[in-house]
T-cell receptor, first 114, second 110 residues
Framework: GAVVSQHPSWVICKSGTSVKIECRSLDFQATTMFWYRQFPKQSLMLMATSNEGSKATYEQGVEKDKFLINHASLTLSTLTVTSAHPEDSSFYIC??????????FGPGTRLTVL | ELKVEQNPLFLSMQEGKNYTIYCNYSTTSDRLYWYRQDPGKSLESLFVLLSNGAVKQEGRLMASLDTKARLSTLHITAAVHDLSATYFCAGPNTGNQFYFGTGTSLTVIP
């Protein structure tokens, strides 16, 4: 199957700093990527839909100024958590859509904000 | 927004036993997906169900989809310890955003 990578795998940062997470589709082009957040023992919550060359679409309740998404190419989307706080600590997972029927998920990035 | 519910949330079962996980969703969807997640890991795709009446089997797991009832099931046959994980179902809305169920944490005990 298609491969999606994320970088970094885990990151620890101080409160108030910004953190960038990359999501890459390695062997296919993805016009659409998705960002999810997962708190411990909970399900995945869709944060936003990232479309190549256009603005991301955010789910209700997700602050677009806090979670900046850029999808500058067909293989790369980035999520920047600005002015991170401890409550932003979570497991962030991206997915990339190869066809209408299938999405492939990245390995996830664990963010810990101290 | 598509609402997806799973039942049960937690499941502890003995090796060798059978059980079914249920996934109900709120609006019409012609597709349903099942994933497995191990602790600290991302998602592993298990099944893609693309039409009403679809049934797929892989090893001890079998998934089915009833779009009229808005119900999918994941049946576990003769459970083994390796199946211990969290299982999620997910359905797409018209914009192809995926909405995940609450997850079922399965523990298979010897």
């Amino acid at each position: 199957g298609a491969v999606v990578s994320q970088h970094p795998s885990w990151v620890i940062c101080k409160s108030g700093t910004s953190v960038k997470i990359e999501c890459r589709s390695l062997d296919f082009q993805a016009t659409t990527m998705f960002w999810y957040r997962q708190f411990p023992k909970q399900s995945l919550m869709l944060m936003a839909t990232s479309n190549e060359g256009s603005k991301a679409t955010y789910e209700q309740g997700v602050e677009k100024d806090k979670f900046l998404i850029n999808h500058a190419s067909l293989t790369l989307s980035t999520l920047t958590v600005t002015s991170a706080h401890p409550e932003d600590s979570s497991f962030y997972i991206c997915s990339a859509r190869e066809t209408r029927l299938e999405q492939f998920f990245g390995p996830g990035t664990r963010l810990t904000v101290l | 927004e598509l609402k997806v519910e799973q039942n049960p949330l937690f499941l502890s079962m003995q090796e060798g036993k059978n059980y079914t996980i249920y996934c109900n969703y709120s609006t019409t969807s012609d597709r349903l997906y099942w994933y497995r997640q191990d602790p600290g890991k991302s998602l592993e795709s298990l099944f893609v169900l693309l039409s009403n009446g679809a049934v797929k089997q892989e090893g001890r797991l079998m998934a089915s989809l009833d779009t009229k009832a808005r119900l999918s099931t994941l049946h576990i046959t003769a459970a083994v310890h390796d199946l211990s994980a969290t299982y999620f179902c997910a359905g797409p809305n018209t914009g192809n955003q995926f909405y995940f169920g609450t997850g079922t944490s399965l523990t298979v005990i010897p």
